[in-house]
C-alpha cells in the first residue's frame, strides 16, 4: 500500500478521534515521520514552460550540428581551435 493511502487511513483515525496519531501509525504501519512529512517542492511551471519553448526553437539535431561546427571550424588546422596564448606554445 502506498504511503498517501496510509497517510489518509492514519488521518482519519485521527480525526475521528479514535486513536492518537502515534497509535494510529502503530495500527497502520506507517512511520510518524511519513505522516508529518511536507513536501517542499517548488511549483516550476513556468520553468518548464520556458524549457519547452527553448526545446522548439533549438532542437537538439540542429544544436548538436551547430555546436560540432564551432567546435570543429578547421579539421586541417587543429592549432586553429586553440586560444591566442596557446597557439604561441604550441
Do not use: W
Not at 13 to 21: D, F, Q, R
Not at 56 to 66: C, D, M, N, S, V
Amino acid at each position: 500500500m502506498k504511503p498517501a493511502v496510509r497517510r489518509k487511513q492514519v488521518q482519519h483515525l485521527v480525526s475521528g478521534k479514535l486513536l492518537s496519531e502515534r497509535r494510529a501509525c502503530g495500527l497502520v504501519g506507517i512511520s510518524r515521520s511519513v505522516v508529518q512529512y511536507n513536501s517542499r517542492r517548488r511549483c516550476d511551471a513556468t520553468l518548464r514552460l520556458r524549457l519547452k519553448e527553448l526545446a522548439e526553437r533549438y532542437q537538439p539535431p540542429a544544436t548538436f550540428a551547430k555546436l560540432q561546427a564551432r567546435r570543429f571550424q578547421s579539421p586541417a588546422a587543429p592549432s586553429a581551435n586553440l586560444p591566442v596564448a596557446e597557439k604561441a606554445v604550441a
